[in-house]
């Protein structure tokens, strides 16, 4: 059993900055890739942000230049740090997580959710 876990959305105003983290814990072996994602209000869910341990970061054309992911290893932790924030950025952003759960293989699981509004 694995369990994402994130933390940090909230309300900021427009050119704010806000950190998220996701923390996966249990029966892990590896991480093989975590990353983030977003749905805004009747939009489909997007990706933000990938990092594949081992291998290196993409991230979608609206966010290069503003959001930054970054990771504890020991901690299996990543975190998103969001900054120069504009009101399209709200949404509720996804944590995502391809582990390795042997004997059972790569698994993907996702977090509840944390909701990002930007607004004045």
């Known amino acids: 059993q694995v369990q994402l876990v994130e933390s940090g959305g909230g309300l900021v105003q427009p050119g704010g900055s806000l950190r998220l983290s996701c923390t996966a814990s249990?029966?892990?072996?590896?991480?093989?890739?975590m990353g983030w994602y977003r749905q805004a209000p009747g939009k489909q869910r997007e990706v933000v942000a990938i990092?594949?341990?081992?291998?290196?970061?993409s991230y979608v054309d609206s966010v290069k230049g503003r959001f930054t992911i970054s990771r504890d290893n020991l901690k299996n932790t990543m975190f998103l740090q969001m900054s120069s924030l504009k009101p399209e950025d709200t949404a509720v952003y996804y944590c995502?997580?391809?582990?390795?759960?042997?004997?059972?293989?790569?698994?993907?699981?996702w977090g509840q959710g944390t909701l990002v509004t930007v607004s004045s």
């Open positions: 990092d594949i341990w081992g291998g290196g970061v």
């Open positions: 249990g029966s892990i072996f590896r991480i093989v890739a």
């Open positions: 995502n997580g391809d582990i390795d759960v042997r004997p059972s293989g790569v698994r993907t699981y």
